[in-house]
Every structure is written in C-alpha cells, then in structure tokens.
C-alpha cells in the first residue's frame, strides 16, 4: 500500500533540518549562542577576573603585614631585654635607678626610635634617678593593634606568663633587681618597666624606708632636707612626695606627711597593688611589729607606737602610721 502525500511531505519538512544540524555538527560549525549565554559567559570572565584582583590584593597585603611585624619585633627586641622586665639594646647599658644625667645622654636616641618606628617612648625620674620607661604605640589603629600583639607575643614568649590583676594587666617582677614590668593591652597597649621596692625598702625602722617609719615626732624640716627639696610639694601644714611602689602594682607610692608644731605627728602611704602583695604587707608590719592587728571597721590596726592602720582594697592599699589631727 503507497505511503500517503502527507506522511511523506511530514517526514521530509523533519529530516532535513535534523540532517542539516548533523552535517553542521560534523563540519565544526558552532551555532550562534544566546543572549543569555553570552551573559553568563561574561559575567564569568568578570567573577575570575574578580577573584584574581583579590588574590593578589591579599598576598600584597600579607606581605606589607610580614613586613611590619617583622620591623615591630626588630624594635621591640631593641626596647625589651631578654631577662624579665629588663631593658633592651637601646638603651646602651643605661639601668634603671641610675642618675638621670647619666640617661638624658640617650634622649636624641630615643627621638629618633619615636619618630622612625611611631611610639610614644620616654622615660621617668624622680629628679635624682631614672626610674622608668613608658612605651606605647601612636601609628594608626591597624598597625598599632599589629604592633601590639608582636608586643604581647615577645613578651610572654620571652619572660614567660606574667601576673594577671584586678585590671586585666599582665605583670612580671624581677624581686633581684627591684624592677618590674606591667603590660596594659586595654589602655592602648601600653607598656612600662619600672622600679620597685622589695618589702623590706618598702616599710622598715632605717631611714632609707619608703615610708619613713622613723620620721615620726621629728622636725618635717628633717625629712625634707632628707628627700631634696626637687621631691616634695610642701603647703601648710603638709609635705608630700613620691617613693617606689610596690610588688604586683603600677606606678608610685604617694605620700604624705602632717606635721603639727612643725613636727610629723602622721604619714599616710597609698600604693596601687593588688591583694597578694596586701596580704604580704599585712604579714611583714605584723612580723616587724611583733604582734598582730585589730580589725576596727574597714582596717586592721596595729596599736603601737606609733600606731598603724591598713585599709586595703581591690587594687589600692593605703597605710597610715601615726594618728592625722583632725581637720576640724
């Protein structure tokens, strides 16, 4: 039976277009793509080209970062000593509780490490010593936070783990020496290495005591010329300066002595320090006194001659020999 008109024309309208996209398949020809292909196509090319942008955005950016940190471990390792809370090369040998002549011969030193490697860097004196160094970093905040945590990681990794207190600040002592390093990462990395005094220079009978036990019923006049006239701020009737602090503390022990008739009828000695080394305050006046306190209100009180009262707090102690007449 012949195939009909219409089955022939429909097999020939199907086949031939199907024939013609083979033979365009075997000679090579690409069709045309689509505007939704050519889109995506490009869209690509831009997401690598992205992506390679970023690349090496971010290895320059490791490389600059290699670059100051291996530059704020070169300084650091001139500023900080190899022993806890020691001094570095920078300072030439210079230690602290030398004569402040003798460290003033660095400071056109010193200028320049500020200037070259941005850091707040200087020293402190009483006016007869060299007594501290304060080093912070001023470059801007990515750099200094880098810069801060070489510092914490140098410090810890050489000196070892420091002791934590009330303020979050890492603390190292070097009892030997008297100098001590405190390490403030929350203050805008600050670090100072400084002197203090063992217990024993802190309170004792000799006149070389911190706290000038023997002062008391002697001419203010006498503990004045003692201290130099460059250490005290006298109005009326009171005297203070400053001496050394005090174990796992920061800064100085401010002092004060009253006077009445012009002689020392009291002294009152404040520290920051926290509650281990109040405690070790508390045992060494008990030993040197050779007896024990009475707890009266906030304080413990040694009666003795001259009276003592300990008021101690989280990270402040304040120690008052004598009795201070009353204001009113």
Request: aromatic share 6%.
């Amino acid at each position: 039976m012949p195939l009909p008109t219409f089955t022939i024309v429909m097999g020939v309208l199907t086949c031939v277009p199907f024939g013609l996209a083979v033979r365009e398949t075997v000679k090579g020809v690409e069709r045309p793509i689509t505007q939704q292909e050519r889109i995506e196509r490009d869209l690509a090319r831009l997401q690598v080209d992205r992506e390679a942008r970023e690349l090496e955005y971010e290895r320059t950016e490791q490389k600059l970062a290699d670059e100051r940190a291996a530059k704020h471990k070169t300084v650091i390792g001139m500023l900080v000593g190899k022993e806890r809370a020691s001094l570095g090369a920078a300072f030439d040998g210079a230690t602290l509780g030398e004569s402040e002549a003798k460290v003033a011969a660095l400071g056109d030193k010193l200028e320049q490490m500020r200037s070259r490697y941005e850091l707040d860097l200087f020293t402190l004196g009483d006016g007869q010593t060299f007594q501290s160094i304060f080093i912070k970093p001023t470059m801007r905040y990515d750099e200094a936070a880098e810069f801060c945590a070489t510092l914490e990681q140098t410090i810890e990794g050489t000196w070892g783990d420091g002791h934590l207190d009330a303020h979050d600040r890492s603390i190292w002592l070097d009892q030997a020496r008297g100098q001590r390093a405190v390490f403030d990462e929350g203050n805008g990395c600050e670090l100072k290495i400084e002197k203090f005094a063992p217990l024993a220079s802190w309170f004792s009978k000799t006149q070389e005591s911190i706290v000038p036990l023997w002062a008391i019923g002697q001419p203010v006049k006498r503990l004045e010329a003692l201290l130099g006239a460059a250490r005290v701020t006298t109005e009326e009737s009171e005297t203070s300066w400053a001496g050394l602090g005090i174990g796992n503390g920061v800064g100085a022990t401010n002092l004060r002595a009253v006077a009445k008739n012009g002689k020392i009828v009291a002294i009152q000695a404040s520290a920051e320090t926290d509650s281990v080394t109040q405690d070790e305050v508390y045992q060494h006046i008990s030993k040197l006194m050779g007896r024990e306190p009475e707890w009266q209100d906030t304080s413990f009180v040694w009666k003795t001659k001259p009276r003592l009262e300990l008021e101690q707090g989280s990270a402040q102690l304040t120690l008052t020999v004598g009795t201070i007449p009353d204001e009113n």
